[in-house]
């Protein structure tokens, strides 16, 4: 697609049609999108926290923030890691969802320790839906962290779907589940209906247990 086509807005507009755009590689000047036959989604009211990260939670290992270093965590998330060379977040998908991000669509959830950001990760929120994009973590434990503590968050404030786009391993522990295009496309709409739901940031003196509560609690 043309390099000047794209604006943050088309992508919002995109995102409620259900398909989200990807790049061949980070220097890739060229996006194109993506409608899975598959989608991956996390129902939130089946999350599944497995005993040890819950463990690690309670005893609060990082400190978790919102929206203070968001390109910093898209950059992360581009990094080369173990298992991939190259990423499908180009130097053009970070401007345009710093852009969102800006505007107050594009979130980030971060783990710290010792003021160095050791994980996390970031998507796009509109109505009741949040879409996430891709993590990262240095420490380990560090991005399964930050996605419980998006979770409590969607939860607590009413979100109705959070939006994985694929599932892997990593995933699939935390209940991530494949369903066909056609009923996530109902879904979608739906929970886009919501539109009094906003992403807030969660205070920073939430506890590691206060975060296991607002999931169970939410049940």
Known sequence: MPKDSI???LLLQAYASGVFPMADHRDDADLFWIDPEERGIIPLDGFHIPRKLAKCIRKETFEVRANTAFREVVRACSAPA???DTTWISERIERLYTELHNM???HSIECWQAEQLVGGLYGVSLGGVFFGESMFHTV???SKVALVHLVAHLRHSGFRLLDTQFITGHLRQFGAIEIPRTEYHELLSNALKSLDVR???MPRS???V???QLITQTS
């Open 140 to 142: 380990t434990d560090a």
């Open 7 to 9: 604006t943050p807005n």
């Open 210 to 212: 206060e975060v296991l």
């Open 82 to 84: 173990h298992g991939r």
């Open 206 to 208: 939430i506890s590691g």
């Open 104 to 106: 107050g669509f594009a």
């Open 199 to 201: 992403f807030q940031r």
